[in-house]
């Protein structure tokens, strides 16, 4: 059913496997014109690439992308644009240990119960190498999105630890291989990851993203809402359990009168509003507000401590996860999001200019 | 882009305003040789219908459907299926005060934005009268899936106040009004309900959604993982804020020892899980254990305090809403949540039929 | 796989048997703002409508279409707009001869062993019934084009007798009870299709539908390309079998430099072709000339001859059909090939303003 | 709106122009566990291949498949299966003839016109080199069908000249390099095409594939039809203008009783049709005979002689093709044809599965 494609405009289709020859992403649906070579690209995945500090996996992927079609003279031509990312750190592995048992908490059991069959190998399909792909496809993205509109994310939780957003700073998020808004959080966590990484665990994490610059009007009622295809988007990440938009959960506690982001008549005829509950979409539909949305991450199931399973044969054994591991797989997570945000915003500016 | 459609293989599509002469689903994709007929379909229809308890919308609808095409002697024939629910109370009403005004929190607003022109009378498309044809469309689903799947759902939080999950009782959610799991909460939300509604103000809820009898290998990974097509589905119920699956934002806070569920050998060679934090869901797949889902909605925008606002000129007023109104619109989205589970897991039985 | 809808921006879903209380269709994808009643629709069932001449089935149906929803103050507002038109004329007929039997070259085989059932009255799903939706859904495509955008059809061949191409006249289309655009055409078919009638027999036709006013860069190459959206729209009418786009299979025995056409500067930028071979589409995009389109209907299987054929329990038979039937089904085909032209235009034309 | 893929379930996306890198397709959809190995799709590969005989472009190129993702130890995983082409014939051209002019009858004017750009070299994106996905896609379609279904294709049409059918021999087919049915039609269309090709000119050919082993019931009513869907996807392939099923348009001119194929109860409890005017299909659906699919390919544009034009500043001029052409590029649509339907039939299995 085409399940490795996002998006109906701005449509983008994954390949590949963790310990292939190469994974990659063709893109359909983009428009012709806009400029794109692969500098346009591999920021984001540099941001997104593993091996640059000790929290997180210390696999070494150059991730270099390359461009294989639908460009010409540095333009898209309005062709599929094909991607290709290589894999270049395929170490030969000892695979004995989960060959043939399932880690709890992966999909290793639910791959071999669908399939019958699985490559085992760095989680095959399943693993985050996949994400790559996504990070590539919402570069291309932003170029349709344009300048006017802007995506960044942030870490908000690691573990139970919770950012403090009186002192959120977006300027701080680079700053730190965290991702963190707060430089206090940033050492923070740093310091909690590393009790984290030494006692061979792992923790979740939350992260948020914002789209500033998005005009009222974008997304369809009644089952493509705005907000349902980002918590498609998001809970499509690998390790995501929860998403929100706005206030989410916390909107249920709330009373109408607290909810309902009041407006004022603006200077250039478009509302002020007073508040953002609704994170910017209404209805399914963007207010023109920025959209905020959030997402929630399990720990990683890779750990060092001996767990309880079964076997391919079904029966009772133990199971642990040897070598290198990423403590907190929300980290990355944080240019995953924004790229998956921006493939669906771009999906839903394109969707606008047929409608509008 | 077909936005009024839900599903890929077991699909439909949904048409009809509030105050229009019906509303109305069409079923696409529906196997044949079902029993199908009305009584089938009434007792969810009934679940649903406002004006049963003095905590919903006074607005009186029969809610009678009638099954227009796609059966044959009682039973499906594989041709769509389009069930009709009229509209029996339109009353005529004073909609001088909503016509120019736009609600906070209300898709007024942001209808008017994208389309230029909106139905106001009602709430018009944006109506949770919609919903009715979700229910209808998930008793469909429900004979798709048979009986050896259950699903069924319950209201775990009211404003603020969560349900004790101690005392939790399916037995009990069709003994009140509330769909509260727990006789103790269900007294203490109708109580607390009241003076909402006496204070003319409105209250947010958290819906579960729990479906048992799924087995291993439903759902597909990358993008449309079973997980991923819940939110999706979840999130585009009307006033809908957050989707988590089983432990969902609190997975963040868990460690990999806590949250991956251990398994072990069963009677008959499938696995026995010794928790579910997965909620039944591990890289998009299904395990055999329950899926467990939950979802969050924002307080209705339709309240009796006045509010700041502005009218279709971009002036300042305010604007407040007369006349019948949901206390917690929460409450009925309980069939709602059920619906687009059994619509979701009606899609993945058929595509993994496909492919298995 | 939502087998009943049509169309990705601008799409329609149908439904409706035979012998059902009605038939209907929901158009998902309209844009907002165009004005839409009844009295937009009404005229383009009414010319499809059977039972106006004796050489058209004498089933009498009003044909009355009502919107349902969609449309607020005569306006479409981008809510999904639903059709009905209800079925007047099912006489209780006496079904025996076919509830068991295959007709050979119907639908009637291949219904029961893809779904083991069918609705045998009136050929259930299979009528052509069916096409009085479509007809509908070409009328509203016809609002979205708008003026600018002409689509008419003429009937070119009837049994093995062509019509003269030397004396083609749109006007006389509407002149005669055949679609003819030659009036001796006319004449000359219509007393061959007594013969026919009179015989029992049936024959079938050729449609040829033209759209002018389509601007040069619609159609999406790679596999929606214009033409071949055209073709799935035309063979997915009752009873087609080949489908050709301007010289389409004539084409075959042309050299380049017969085949090619040329282009000269026209006044306002735009090419001027000295012909039309392409029949307005190139690599699947229009080139700005008429959009050029034929397809053939095979004779109905519906005859009073009895055939050998097979029952349901598989053993040898005769069959033949009593009662009122077409003896050329495809005269009615001329609106319904027109009605799809527009439907697969409109859908071309959103998704180029979203591209554009 | 992802124009570059085909299919629903069995889906696949191809990349790529005549003159980048490569050119490659990623099929989604393909179930676990069949064997696939470069071994089983090179053949194909090698059938199209250009440069085999002076009929076809001299354009040297190895054609060698590599499957970059979805496989196991040589077993498909339910991945998706990336398959890439390099081009290593871009022989440097000199393209000032084309950069600047539309050829007439070529796709280099409706890519201009739609996206303002366009990559010239080779024809760019609409080259056929294209077809190459195409063909690997049908060798994985194949695997998916297994042995029991046969597809094989012929050419039955060069120019004006028709193959006689009274001699028509199946193992002919792969003992000349024009795949036809018949030694003295190839002798003939060898010899023709001779003179074409030193008169710089070019033709037209219809090539007929079928499709045997197919089940009754395969299909999907009403908009995806099974011969609705081999419509589209003939069409869809570089210079086709026509498409027809089974007698197609010459049942035009049947009556009833020549056209209705009559049965007979088969020795299996099957019904023996007595004829295949229906190729195949009735009512959209399998029969259990033979599909049978004919379509015409339009000469190609690129010869030698001088024709009328205008430039990109639309300005008159005139433009030739120099180099290496095919004299008839139909040919080498015996496996594209073969490869489409493959593609077609893959899905429409899969999809009945879901439905049986």
Chains 1, 2, 3, 4 share one sequence.
């Not at 894999?87 to 399939?115: C, L």
């Not at 665990?201 to 005009?215: F, L």
């Not at 750990?303 to 029966?315: A, E, F, K, Y």
Request: hydrophobic fraction near 40%; charged fraction near 20%.
């Amino acid at each position: 059913m085409a399940s490795n494609s996002f998006g109906s405009f701005f449509r983008f289709t994954t390949w590949g496997e963790s310990h292939g020859p190469a994974v990659g992403v063709v893109i359909d649906g983009c428009p012709a014109r806009l400029p794109l070579t692969e500098t346009h690209i591999q920021p984001f995945l540099d941001k997104r690439r593993p091996g640059q500090s000790s929290l997180t996996t210390q696999r070494q992927e150059a991730d270099q992308v390359r461009i294989l079609s639908g460009t010409f003279d540095g333009l898209t031509t309005g062709a599929p644009i094909s991607l290709i990312i290589e894999n270049t750190d395929q170490r030969s592995k000892d695979y004995s240990e989960i060959k043939d048992k399932f880690r709890p908490g992966h999909a290793d059991y639910t791959y071999q119960a669908k399939y019958g069959i699985r490559d085992y190998r760095g989680g095959g399909r399943s693993s985050a190498r996949e994400t790559a792909c996504r990070v590539a496809a919402g570069a291309v993205a932003r170029q349709v999105l344009g300048d006017s509109v802007g995506i960044r994310g942030a870490l908000v939780q690691v573990g139970a630890h919770i950012v403090d957003r009186a002192e959120w700073n977006w300027d701080e998020v680079n700053n730190n291989a965290l991702f963190s808004p707060n430089a206090k959080a940033a050492v923070f966590w740093a310091n909690y990851l590393e009790e984290v990484c030494k006692a061979g665990s792992s923790v979740g994490a939350v992260v948020e993203v914002h789209a500033s610059g998005i005009p009222a009007g974008w997304g369809d009622p009644m089952y493509e809402k705005l907000d349902s295809e980002i918590a498609r988007a998001m809970m499509s990440i690998n390790a995501a359990k929860g998403v929100e938009i706005g206030s989410g959960f916390a909107s249920a506690g709330l009373t109408g009168e607290m909810n309902g982001d009041e407006m004022r008549s603006g200077p250039d005829g478009k509302p002020v509003f007073l508040s953002n509950h609704a994170g910017g979409i209404l209805g399914g539909i963007s207010t023109g507000q920025d959209v905020v949305v959030r997402f929630a991450l399990k720990p990683t199931s890779s750990i060092l401590t001996p767990r309880r399973t079964i076997d391919v044969q079904g029966q009772d054994t133990e199971v642990f996860t040897k070598g290198r591991h990423d403590p907190c797989v929300g980290i990355r997570a944080v240019p995953v999001g924004e790229a998956m945000l921006a493939c669906v915003l771009a999906d839903a500016m394109l969707r606008q200019k047929a409608m509008g």
